[in-house]
């Protein structure tokens, strides 16, 4: 299936890291790739190597990644006179779109400017290109498939370290129980889509907001919950922990290293 990446976000909360003052969010990066590569290995871990890239803000930046991309950055080589020989390859076999889906475009309608290269395909995937995780792809994209649900939506725990306070007469705290704990879940940033969730984004809309919920309000959205890892880096700290983490070579999101 196709895989549709959001990468023109302003991505505010990262922008004291930003190098060059205009960085996009996934361009961030991890280890000796930005966030975006990482998210497209996992995706072609699986088969899906044909990539439709939303760009906007800091565009440039994603296309000389890609028009100046060089294998030994991320892989072993042998140099024997002067020639390079790839002991493996990361992006050869791939197909990437990169599409000017206008500068400040929310994500649904960074969709809709795409949808075009779609062709005919029925279902397709989409990810916000900002998020890593070892969730299984596979069984996700399957049971999907065996529904008749027009979008679905990855579910994981709430990630922050807040507490909920149950507070009673008199101002009595009956007790304390960390978010995490509750039965609650959030977008985890992992679609599966089909075409039918064009019907509900109107110009300027939103993904979620709008096509997402008109879908689950109609009973046609479906939820797959994942307690496995999952890490958002919609901060410098988050970030900086993935890069920290992949140093320590604790990368459980690169299921393509196993």
């Known amino acids: ?23 996009p ?23 899906h190597k044909e990539f439709i890239l939303c760009l906007g803000y800091g565009a440039h930046h994603i296309k000389d990644f890609f028009l100046t991309y060089q294998e030994t950055g991320s892989n072993d080589f042998i140099l024997r006179n002067g020639a390079i020989e790839l002991l493996s390859t990361d992006i050869s076999d791939w197909s990437v779109s990169l599409v000017d889906t206008g500068l400040d475009s929310p994500i649904g309608e960074r969709l ?11 279902m397709f995937l989409a990810n916000y290109a900002d998020v890593l995780t070892d969730a299984p792809l596979p069984r996700i994209v399957e049971r999907f498939t065996a529904s008749c649900a027009g979008a679905s939506m990855m579910v994981v725990p709430p990630t922050n370290t807040f ?17 995490s704990e509750l039965p609650l879940w959030v977008n985890g940033g992992f679609f599966v889509l089909r075409q039918e969730v064009f019907d509900h984004i109107p110009e300027n809309g939103d993904l979620v907001a709008d096509g997402c919920a008109e879908l689950a309000k109609r009973g046609r959205l479906m939820a797959y919950p994942h307690r496995g890892y999952w890490r958002p880096s919609d901060t410098v700290n988050q970030r900086l922990e993935l890069d920290r983490a992949w140093a320590r070579g604790e990368r459980p999101w690169a299921l393509w290293e196993s």
């Open 1 to 23: 299936m196709k895989v549709v990446l959001f990468c023109g976000g302003r991505g505010t909360r990262m922008r004291s890291d930003l190098p060059g003052g205009d960085m």
């Open 25 to 47: 969010k996934p361009m961030q990066l991890v280890g000796p790739r930005p966030l975006l590569w990482h998210v497209m290995r996992y995706y072609a871990h699986f088969g």
């Open 163 to 179: 507490h909920v306070v149950d507070v009673g007469e008199g101002g009595l705290v009956g007790g304390i129980t960390p978010v």
């Open 112 to 122: 809709r400017r795409v949808r075009p290269h779609l062709g005919g395909d029925e």
